[in-house]
């Protein structure tokens, strides 16, 4: 799923770059987070000032957002997850991340040796 498929302002809620790119690397459709953003399982005080966290299971995925009211008393969503899962990567973030893990095991093993 690509950025471009999701709306900066959707169902009267906004959404940032960053949540934007969550929604997409976890799979999660705009639509299903705006449901768990009206209709929560739970909800909890975020970490940040003035926040919420959301969560609802839906087709069996623990999704959690976490959103705030704005100034202008419009909730924004700052990010998005799927409790258990990991992120979806693709070409070629997956290799550069692959790469990375594999050049830490370099490092590692070269100052065990010492």
Same mark, same amino acid.
């Given at each position: ?9 959707? *169902? ?10 969550? !929604?997409?690397? %976890?799979? &999660? #459709?705009?639509?299903?987070? +705006? ?10 005080? *975020? ?10 299971? !839906?087709?069996? %995925?623990? &999704? #959690?957002?976490?959103?705030? +009211? ?45």
């Amino acid at each position: 799923m690509a950025v471009s498929n999701f709306q900066r302002e959707y *169902g009267g809620v906004i959404w940032t770059n960053h949540a934007m790119e969550r !929604l997409s690397k %976890r799979n &999660i #459709h705009q639509s299903d987070a +705006l449901k768990v953003m009206q209709k929560p399982d739970k909800t909890f005080p *975020g970490k940040k000032e003035n926040s919420i966290k959301f969560i609802r299971e !839906l087709n069996g %995925r623990k &999704i #959690h957002l976490v959103g705030s +009211l704005n100034e202008y008393k419009k909730w924004v969503v700052v990010t998005a997850w799927v409790r258990g899962e990991e992120d979806q990567y693709g070409f070629p973030e997956r290799y550069v991340y692959m790469f990375v893990d594999w050049m830490a095991g370099k490092i590692a093993s070269f100052f065990k040796r010492k």
